[in-house]
């Protein structure tokens, strides 16, 4: 297969993967009983998700167009919007209705699912912190690879549990397959790129 | 510790256990024990009283109908029905949210301890279909309930009250 075909290919089905959620989720039969507020919310929940996709695709530099260095680049900025994405989606939830965002922050909600989005939430804060703090705090590459990598893997999980468990504007099956690629995408790019070299490396030294 | 390399079975195989895990936890219910000493009192759902408003009127039906709140109020112990207990409702529906005043409505039970009240149809809000019922009177602990429908697209939702005498 020619790398050009190879190219479009990928991305055709990366905007397929990212597009249909939201298209479903933007034609919701809900979406007339909520306002804008709580709209956006529940639409920056649905980037996150998309962006935690795009995420490992970077990292591994699986992208066609965006070989490593630039893949990197790009993955701090979808980083950052990420972290905007979250906080958008908690505030926006927040000004709905505040005693179901405390209950969620303060680990009392009735839904599980809310325990899992926020742990995903600070899991995606430490994650984030950890790449903004890595060169002034100095971290070994190894160390930060195998920290980063292990935070990325537990916002993936808990941020799929989250978004799997909510009855909500996605559509059933794309938000299945958003979460399975974003799973699999992650798992594919930590077997490439060997993210648990430190321990392997530790434990021939011992 | 963390020999095991991360591949897709193990990763996979936790997902699985922890998705199984949910379910046993999004399946759990209050069940009250039948008659052991007497008939328990309903405890209050954890995020009843969300977006509580006391004083709810007194109300023919909330809105414009077309979804059924219904339900009934016993004594703990004896598990006599209890009459003219009146029952605060409100919940995320096809013509408000939670927090609006126009959402809440009360009614009273009947001599057979049951209540029914008309109320707009309720769509899923913060990922789930429910509804909130309060009892907040004097003669009794207050309870806040918390029922989740088994499916949007239901038509009614039932939630039953065993109220502790103060």
């Given amino acids: 297969m020619g790398s050009k075909i190879r190219g479009i290919l990928i991305w055709g089905a990366l905007v397929i993967a990212i597009v249909a959620p939201i298209t479903i989720a933007a034609t919701s039969d809900y979406l007339a009983y909520r306002s804008g507020i709580y709209i956006a919310a529940g639409f920056a929940g649905i980037v996150a998700m998309a962006l935690i996709l795009i995420q490992p695709l970077l990292a591994a530099g699986y992208l066609p167009g965006l070989a490593m260095l630039r893949g990197r680049r790009l993955h701090h900025w979808v980083g950052a919007s990420l972290v905007i994405a979250i906080l958008a989606h908690v505030g926006g939830l927040w000004l709905t209705s505040p005693p179901d965002v405390i209950d969620a922050l303060t680990f009392t909600s009735p839904t599980p699912f809310s325990d899992f989005g926020v742990l995903a939430m600070w899991g995606l804060f430490a994650a984030a912190a950890l790449a903004g703090f890595r060169k002034t705090l100095r971290i070994r590459p190894a160390v930060f690879r195998f920290a980063h990598t292990a935070l990325a893997v537990f916002v993936v999980v808990t941020g799929s549990a989250h978004a799997l468990l909510i009855e909500g504007t996605m559509g059933t099956t794309s938000k299945i397959a958003l979460c399975a690629l974003a799973l699999a995408a992650t798992v594919k790019a930590i077997a490439d790129l060997r993210s648990w070299a430190l321990l392997t490396r530790r434990r021939r030294r011992a | ?166």
Avoid: K
């Fill in chain 2, 1 to 166: 510790m963390f020999r095991t390399p991360m591949n897709r079975r193990t990763l996979l195989s936790a997902g699985a256990a922890g998705a199984g895990a949910l379910l046993a936890m999004g399946t759990s219910s209050h069940f009250v024990p039948a008659r052991a000493a007497g008939l328990a009192p309903t405890p209050s759902m954890r995020g009843g009283s969300n977006n509580y408003r006391p004083g709810a009127p007194i109300v023919e039906r909330i809105g414009n109908g077309g979804f059924w709140m219904t339900g009934s109020v016993r004594r703990a112990g004896d598990g006599a029905p209890l009459e003219g207990i009146r029952i605060q409702i409100w919940a995320h529906t096809t013509e408000g949210y939670e927090r609006d005043p126009e959402s809440h409505g009360a009614t009273l039970t009947g001599a057979d301890g049951t209540f029914r009240l008309e109320m707009p149809q309720i769509v899923p809000a913060f990922g789930q279909p429910h509804g909130h019922l309060a009892y907040d009177g004097d003669a009794y602990e207050t309870v806040f309930l918390r029922p989740v429908m088994p499916s949007p697209r239901d038509t009614s939702l039932n939630a039953d009250f065993v109220l502790q005498p103060v």
